[in-house]
């Protein structure tokens, strides 16, 4: 079974940053697409960034130019650095491995908490 474990979350002023990590195993980390998504109180979970096996990314466009996301295949790590942070940033953010296949699973991680708040 694979597994995706997040961290980096936490309090940040507005205008802060934050950089979140994920952490995958028992997966051939490599050649699957990973990505960010986040849900807020009573909305909808949506996606935030994707980036290819072959490091192609893809952004919201509420997030374009603020946040960037990155991958180490050797670490099996994907990250989300995120600036310029705002309130509505707030939400639990999940990382998440996308299927290749119908027959395959899209897997999550359990979240991490960011808050945006003076």
């Known amino acids: 079974q694979v597994q995706l474990v997040e961290s980096g979350g936490g309090l940040v002023q507005p205008g802060g940053s934050l950089r979140l990590s994920c952490t995958a195993s028992?997966?051939?980390?490599?050649?699957?697409?990973m990505g960010w998504y986040r849900q807020a109180p009573g909305k909808q979970r949506e996606l935030v960034a994707t980036?290819?096996?072959?490091?192609?990314?893809n952004y919201a466009d509420f997030v374009k130019g603020r946040f960037i996301i990155s991958r180490d295949n050797i670490k099996k790590t994907v990250h989300l650095q995120m600036n310029s942070l705002k309130p509505e940033d707030t939400a639990v953010y999940f990382c998440?491995?996308?299927?290749?296949?119908?027959?395959?699973?899209?897997?999550w991680g359990q979240g991490t908490q960011v808050t945006v708040s003076s």
């Open positions: 980036i290819t096996r072959d490091a192609n990314t």
């Open positions: 998440n491995q996308e299927r290749r296949y119908a027959y395959e699973n899209t897997y």
């Open positions: 028992r997966t051939i980390f490599s050649i699957y697409t």
